[in-house]
């Protein structure tokens, strides 16, 4: 979801310097959201075989929400984002997909967890595309981990299997505020954790902070335009309250 930064908190625990900088980093934020809500076009207006398709299955445990998303871009992966026109439309066994004008994308969130389904693509031409996407294997964060050091380097382990062919996992450094944050990340096959590096903690500040971890597996559909596509299930367990120390 899109961060939101509430100007009074900011205000009551920062100097005027880093409130200044809150500030700036936040107008960016809206300024980029607006500006790219508006880059997309009708998929209606290109070549049906021209577009790519994506199906995200995200799990959030502290949502306790299941976000099942569909993104079309025109031609690849990183072409423009297509949002869905001239009669095409795309379920998630048999919900329809809303549009998201903040992010681009169609959505459908559901209630609690839901492990898999299918995902059914028609598009203007009233072609059927049939794909199937199963989330990630289960993880979570291992007891004790409550405080990280902006002097040491920390090893983030994960409850759970062994990363495998097609999967990768992240974690992710964050201030409440959402203002300063870090991402690292694995894609080794037989990973079992992940490292944060002092000068990547150091990059969040000191005090409260949150610690998030995802796990991802990612399919090639099985059935899609020319341009192809690709579906990724996604796990994210716990949120963790942390502190950073010297």
């Not at 062919?165 to 690292?184: A, F, I, K």
């Not at 399919?219 to 950073?244: C, H, K, M, N, Y």
Request: net charge negative; with cysteine; aromatic share 8%.
């Amino acid at each position: 979801k899109s961060p939101a930064v509430s100007l009074r908190s900011l205000a009551r625990g920062a100097t005027n310097a880093s409130l200044l900088r809150a500030l700036a980093r936040g107008a960016l934020i809206v300024a980029t959201l607006a500006l790219g809500a508006c880059v997309y076009e009708d998929s209606s207006t290109v070549d049906q075989d021209r577009i790519h398709t994506e199906y995200w299955l995200a799990y959030a445990t502290n949502a306790d929400a299941t976000y099942v998303r569909a993104i079309f871009r025109h031609g690849s992966r990183i072409g423009t984002v297509l949002r869905l026109g001239g009669g095409a439309e795309i379920t998630f066994d048999g919900r329809p997909l809303g549009w998201n004008e903040a992010w681009r994308w169609h959505e459908l969130v559901l209630p609690g967890r839901i492990d898999g389904g299918r995902y059914v693509y028609v598009d203007t031409e009233g072609r059927r595309f049939e794909n199937v996407v199963e989330l990630a294997r289960d993880i979570d964060f291992p007891e004790g981990i409550d405080t990280l050091s902006q002097s040491t380097s920390s090893e983030i382990a994960w409850l759970g299997a062994t990363l495998g062919e097609g999967e990768s996992m992240d974690v992710w450094l964050y201030s409440p505020r959402l203002v300063d944050g870090v991402r690292t990340e694995s894609r080794n096959v037989g990973a079992t954790s992940v490292v944060l590096r002092r000068d990547e903690i150091a990059r969040v500040g000191l005090g409260a902070a949150r610690l998030s971890m995802r796990r991802y597996h990612e399919s090639t559909p099985q059935q899609a335009p020319e341009a192809g596509g690709r579906g990724v299930g996604q796990f994210e367990p716990r949120i963790l309250d942390v502190t950073v120390v010297p």
